[in-house]
Structures are given as structure tokens and as C-alpha cells.
């Protein structure tokens, strides 16, 4: 049975509130609202995420194959040049846009000081969750996101553009790839098959080593990267 450190501990209850307030009815976090057609959203947000490599693209592919036969028809899967890891928000998507040519400088400016100076870490997929409008792959980190998330908030809002998104915690994050979005709700058998799928998942730990922080919509269409940084 896999041990989570007591940093992995604090994610995982993070992941459980969430998940808990989703069943309720009761979410309040941050969350992006369905559109008819999510290629041609033109809200965006500003964001920093991490790309993932090719090997854990064609891994997550792979496993979604069995669940787009019974998913809904507009359940929406990113494509696969748009899957990305979320690390840390600055301006939540809108349109008109939360944030102004000057708000991207300020936020470069933030990242280049405080990303070089933090290390690459791992992290430990587990499960699939669901959100009120979209299907995630989560895991587990080393405390080092915590740390990098909890820096970059605190110069956000030295620098004048504090992260605009609700939280459920401030301290406690942990990695978050959204895989699909939808409108209505999920059949049953849709839901079904996620619970066998989450409960089957097996991934090797996996090293996030850069941070790329981007304007774009939900899907990840429509960016444009304003600069990468690597991880120590």
C-alpha cells in the first residue's frame, strides 16, 4: 500500500473537500462555465502551467480511449497538444479579459524573478476527478509546488496583479489536468466508467521540470506563451 507523505496527505484533503463539495451541490471554488463551442471560446485567462512530455501525453491518450466511446456527444477532450498541468493562476478566463498588456509584464516580471530558484519536483497521479463541467487527472506532489504556488502569490500581489481565482485552500495545492469538458450532465455510464478507470490508473511519478506562463482559453486554444522558465 503506497504511504502519502504529510504533504501528499494535506493535497489528498484538499482533493476530498473538493470532491465533497462537488457531490453536495455546494462548489465554491473558481470554476469555468460550459460554452457551446469550447475551440471558439473567446474568453481567456492568464495562466502558468507546465507542458507535459510526450511519453505522458500518449499515456493519458491512451487510457481516456475506453471512455470517449461512452461519453456524452458534447463532452469536449482536449487534443493532445493542449493537455498541460495547471501551476499557478493570475487572472481567471473572462471576456473581455481580467488583465491588460501591463498585468502580463508585471507577471513575467514576478515568474523570472522567483521560478529559477525552485526545483524540479515529482508528481503522483491517482485518480480521476470530477468537476461540475469538466473531468481532471489529479495527483499528488512533492511540497515543492507548494512552495513555488505560495512564493509567486505573494510577489502576485507585491507586484499589483494578485491571482484572482478562489481557492479552497492557500496553503495546499496539488497538480490538476483537465482531460475533458462538458455541458449537461454525465450518464450514468459515463460516470461508471470513470470510477473504473480512476481506480485502475497507474502512473510512474513524474518530473515537472519547467513552468510556462501563457494567455489562452479553457482548452488551452487560442494562447500565446509569454515565456518558459526551467525548474533547478
Request: net charge negative; charged share 25%.
Amino acid at each position: 500500500m503506497y504511504i502519502f507523505s504529510p504533504c501528499q496527505e494535506k493535497q489528498v484533503e484538499v482533493i476530498n473537500q473538493i470532491e465533497q463539495q462537488v457531490i453536495s451541490r455546494s462548489f465554491r471554488l473558481s470554476t469555468v462555465s460550459p460554452v457551446d463551442d469550447f475551440e471558439k471560446d473567446p474568453r481567456i485567462c492568464l495562466t502558468s502551467v507546465h507542458i507535459p512530455n510526450e511519453q505522458l501525453i500518449n499515456k493519458i491518450e491512451g487510457f481516456l480511449e475506453p471512455l470517449k466511446k461512452v461519453s456524452p456527444p458534447d463532452c469536449f477532450y482536449y487534443p493532445a497538444d493542449s493537455l498541460h498541468m495547471s501551476i499557478k493562476n493570475v487572472r481567471v478566463i473572462n471576456y473581455p479579459p481580467h488583465f491588460i498588456e501591463e498585468d502580463i509584464n508585471k507577471a513575467k516580471q514576478v515568474f523570472e524573478s522567483v521560478i529559477p530558484h525552485h526545483k524540479k519536483f515529482n508528481v503522483y497521479f491517482y485518480r480521476l476527478l470530477l468537476f461540475p463541467n469538466n473531468l481532471a487527472l489529479v495527483g499528488t506532489t512533492d511540497p515543492e509546488l507548494d512552495n513555488i504556488v505560495i512564493d509567486l502569490d505573494k510577489e502576485l500581489k507585491k507586484a499589483g496583479v494578485p491571482d484572482d481565482k478562489i481557492y479552497i485552500s492557500s496553503q495546499h495545492f496539488f497538480s490538476n489536468t483537465t482531460i475533458a469538458r462538458f455541458n449537461n450532465a454525465p450518464t450514468r455510464e459515463f460516470l461508471r466508467r470513470v470510477e473504473e478507470l480512476s481506480k485502475s490508473l497507474s502512473f510512474e511519478p513524474y518530473i515537472v521540470d519547467s513552468v510556462t506562463l501563457l494567455t489562452c482559453n479553457a482548452v488551452f486554444l487560442d494562447r500565446n506563451i509569454v515565456k518558459t522558465w526551467e525548474l533547478e
